[in-house]
């Protein structure tokens, strides 16, 4: 991914840009941004985004604060996955899926 494109000061997904990657990852920053979300829908592109614990996510009859949504879910739905070495050792994190109605919709202007 060309990060240079997501630090523009009037970013793609404001002016309609076509999309120059297929995939896109980020941290809470990226993830919370409700705009960018729907734009790499728009443009098919798979996306993983870190949500904050205080991120409203659509599930059953309403939405959820994602943590209280992390916390519901049983212990064998979670792996420990590495994400390599770092500058402390390696990085390990804890990953769930889950399967949310889509497309994700910006509803408190994250």
Known sequence: MDWRLLLLPSPPWRR?????????????????????????????????????????VPAGAGHLRAGALAARLPRRSWQRLSAGEGAKGRRYHDWAWITIPGPVRDTAGC
Request: hydrophobic content about 40%; glycine content about 12%; overall charge negative.
């Open 16 to 56: 309609g840009a076509v999309a120059p990657f297929a995939r896109v990852a980020g941290d809470e920053v990226y993830g919370d941004n409700g705009p960018l979300r729907a734009w790499l829908e728009q443009q098919g592109i798979r996306y993983v985004l870190a949500v904050s614990c205080d991120h409203r």
